[in-house]
């Protein structure tokens, strides 16, 4: 990111986008979205990993590190694009919470009609479009679809370790087996991210016609019921059996008191160190391909992370394991020189992360929210530096609203209507106009601030999995007035080159 240029931006994950197919998606409301984002001149779009979420909706427990998430393929634009013989009915309200379960199987349905169509009326232009992608992502798309076509037949709660052993270890004459007996269903999962891929570049293209750049997220860890621990074992903290030795998490934080156990493995780094730290940097470039600006969530990990004995309900009695971050990203660097990123440091931040977040000379994250407790935080609005990328609030954080009337202590209630002449109607914009004001040379406001909601529109609660990823804002919900405030914000602090 540049960090001589003010600049502000907008966070909202594609799922939160208006659409009558039961999720937002990458067609009509996200070309209007971005219209809005033109009008109010911001710079950057924010979003989550565009990678497939879990049941849940969460994409930070996705199945792959690569694949991205079909469920924001448009329907429509299938439709428009001659995939579809016809448009689908919708089958949802614009705005209403979004159904992980329902849309699995809705939107499941409706690209195995477009890969029978294609597979029927394909064109010349679309099958020679197709086999170049599948070239293209050669380097992760075979294992991806081998492992989803192997998880809906032997079933998706079924985690690949009681698979058949054969299987589990990947023997050649197994694979080459299983590849023969599931072949359509191979080719159905490579055409789901080949129509991944067509939209979303489609859309990026789009953005970037408007001299506006996506930031996007790269969480450090994946599940350990994935295509990449299946396909790459050697690389995790595994036992013979593919079964986590030591699952990551975070000691006792702002967000929980007892800290968080992901359950993720953990990274085999002298492994991966020995082949020059391969799928690191093949998943680096499948980032780079997706984002202009990469988010590194959970950065300190690439200094030390923190594992916890496997079947553990509570991180307390974890320990820091060291992580060779600077030849990591020594590599990153030499093999990708115009990467930009934005180091997500928040949690347990030590001095060591510090120093290597100042050797890659990286901005790091501020959330204001977190600076009326302690005024000498680096999260208060005094203290923000220049090289520093400033938010309201993040996923993980209640809206604004929802904060100061049912997050916030007594102290920060009355810090906040001091320092911003606050009330609960007034105290999102306020804290927005505040962060504009202010040093940091990136601004990012969630949409659920700039629209003023409370509670009801928070996206996440960390150490849950119920009513989460789900919320969704309406077509009318967006004004031009809204866009004008920004606007004015953008042009009274120079936000804007």
Known sequence: MKKTVRTAGI?????????????????????????????????????????????????????????????????????????????????SDDNEPVRYREVARRKRAVLMTAWEHFSAHGTAAQRASFNAFVRRERYWLYDYALFAALKEYFGVTIPWTRWPHSLRHRRPETLATWHEKLHAQIIFHKFTQWQFDLQWRRLKRYVHAHDIRVIGDMPLFVTRDSADTWSNPHGFMLDRMGRPKLVAGVPPDYFSSRGQVWGDPLYDWKHMATNGFTWWLNRFRRSFD?????????????????????????????SWHAVPGKELFDRVQRRFPFASFIAEDLGLITNDVVTFRNYLELPGVRVLQFGFDDLGSIHALKNLSRRCVAYTGTHDNNTTRGWFTTDASRLERKRARHMLRASEKSVAWLMIKAAYASRANSVIVPLQDILNLGSEARLNTPGTRKDNWRWRFGSSDISVGMASRLRALVMQHRRRV
């Open 11 to 91: 966070l909202l994950h594609p799922t939160s986008l208006p659409s009558r197919y039961g999720i937002g998606d990458f067609g009509p409301s996200a070309y209007r979205f971005v219209d809005m984002l033109v009008n109010a001149k911001q710079s950057y779009w924010q979003l989550l990993p565009l990678v497939v979420p879990d049941i849940v909706g969460s994409p930070y427990a996705s199945s792959s590190a690569f694949a991205g998430n079909w469920f924001l393929i448009s329907p429509e634009l299938l439709a428009d694009d001659g995939f579809l013989p016809v448009r689908p009915e919708p089958w």
């Open 290 to 318: 997706l984002y202009d600006v990469v988010r590194l969530d959970h950065f300190r990990g690439y200094v030390a992370t923190w594992g916890v004995r496997a079947g553990s309900h509570s991180s307390r009695h974890g």
